[in-house]
């Protein structure tokens, strides 16, 4: 019989590690065929055992434990990062998981650190220290936006730039703010409310309004960026798939000197009318290999949103590849048959 035995600091840290009814203990155990189990130390600590008959197992069981262990110190244990370690340790990527280490980017108002939760995430905060412009493309929930916004107020906070800009496509099915009720800032508001979840989170909500009262945080729809240039600033454009090629033209041109750009959407998920190109699209293609830019893609593995968040991904990815393999056999089919038609 194998065993490995993992220090834990409290009882409080092994009660975090096991989860709500041992379901991250239940987790280990069911995919590497191992026992987990918890009894005090001598010097008044807690011990964690993982026990089975295969050593491998064994010592990748240890390791999924010893990283949540590490993990509980910096940030809360979630079902979806707990399947997120398990299933790099299962994968052979155990070494990939070390590169997250304890990097905070920033602290929210209520204390909260803000760290990359997966390898892809701190690849793309790693993308958007070393590089001027960054296209940051991927699903829904792998944190794209929220680590821009991030990143931002860093910078701002570390003086790296004087104000931050964040802006977005205003569309629902075309630019008709016209329609709805109030002021101009009203009719932008809810296209641009995610933006101001993330800097609530981040500044509170009084110290975002006087940054904003200031000018060093601005907030705007795509459309008003045009005929500036912006010196000194880090800029954010998301949901960027809704941007036409001319207006990413027009939003990549605006970049000034000492400021940093970094550009967000997911390809799928496009509000555009039928026929219309996205203009992220066309910048990932043109960007590409141009020294100073980069491009970080995210997969379903960086979701941190609920677990089913991913499934839903893959399920969606998976309907998309038939239907284009439907697609393409109908073609030949068709094609097929004019041929055999003019023989």
Known sequence: MEQRIIKVAS????????????????????????????????????????????????????????YLANMIKYSQLSEQSVRYVIDMVDSGKSRELAELGDDCICVTTKGKPIKAKTVGQKQYVDAIRKNTVILGVGPAGTGK??????????????RQVSRIILTRPAIEAGEKLGFLPGDLQSKIDPYLRPLYDALFEMLGPENYQR????????????????????????????????????????????????????????????????????????????????????????????VVRHRLVQKIILAYEK?????????????????????DAHK
């Open 145 to 158: 936006t929220f680590l821009a916004v991030a990143m931002a107020v860093k910078a701002l906070r570390e």
């Open 11 to 66: 009882s409080e840290e092994t009660s975090a590690i096991f989860g709500s009814y041992d379901v991250n203990a239940r987790a280990v155990e069911q995919t590497f065929g191992v026992q987990v189990r918890n009894r005090a130390a001598d010097d008044g600590g807690d011990c964690i055992m993982v026990v089975g008959e295969d050593r491998e197992q064994v010592n990748k069981g240890a390791a999924v434990i010893e």
């Open 211 to 302: 940054q904003v009262e200031k000018g060093i945080i601005e907030v705007a729809p795509l459309a008003y960026m045009r005929g500036r240039t912006l010196d000194d600033s880090f800029i954010i454009l998301d949901e960027a798939q809704n941007a036409t090629p001319e207006q990413m033209k027009m939003f990549l041109t605006r970049l000034g000197f000492r400021s940093k750009m970094v550009v967000t959407g997911d390809l799928t998920q496009t509000d555009l009318p039928t026929g219309q190109k996205s203009g992220l699209a066309a910048a990932v293609k043109i960007l590409d290999g141009i020294e100073d830019i980069a491009l970080h893609r995210f997969t379903e593995k960086d």
């Open 319 to 339: 309907y998309e590849r038939e239907r284009q393999e439907s697609r393409t056999k109908d073609k030949k089919f068709h094609i097929s048959k004019r041929e």
